[in-house]
């Protein structure tokens, strides 16, 4: 999850808060009620996996997100955020 205020970048966060707050803001500047794909763009290497994903999960069960999924995720971190949650896509920057 990226951090932005007002389009400012304010760096990778990662931290289950940040999940849920980005999650809720996206929802109300869209206008709907549920997002079909939740990605974390990057993974933030403060934060273990296992915490962001779950955060995400949180928000699949309580119906405010359909699927998740990873950006530029190494094959570990992919294997580590599945176990706690399925990963419907995964995004890769080829260079």
Do not use: W
């Given at each position: 999850?990226?951090?932005?205020?007002?389009?400012?970048?304010?760096?990778?966060?990662?931290?289950?808060?940040?999940?849920?707050?980005a999650?809720?803001?996206?929802?109300?500047?869209?206008?709907?009620?549920?997002?079909?794909?939740?990605?974390?763009?990057?993974?933030?290497?403060?934060?273990?996996?296992?915490?962001?994903v779950?955060?995400?999960?949180?928000?699949?069960?309580?119906?405010?997100?359909?699927?998740?999924?990873?950006?530029?995720?190494?094959?570990?971190?992919?294997?580590?955020?599945?176990?706690?949650?399925?990963?419907?896509?995964?995004?890769?920057?080829?260079?």
């Open positions: 999850m990226y951090g932005c205020e007002n389009g400012e970048f304010l760096g990778v966060n990662g931290t289950p808060e940040h999940v849920h707050n999650c809720e803001k996206s929802l109300q500047r869209l206008g709907i009620d549920c997002i079909y794909i939740y990605y974390q763009h990057r993974v933030d290497p403060n934060v273990p996996i296992e915490d962001t779950k955060a995400m999960a949180e928000l699949v069960k309580k119906g405010k997100v359909k699927y998740l999924g990873l950006s530029e995720c190494s094959a570990n971190t992919l294997r580590r955020a599945y176990q706690i949650h399925p990963i419907a896509a995964v995004q890769s920057m080829v260079s």
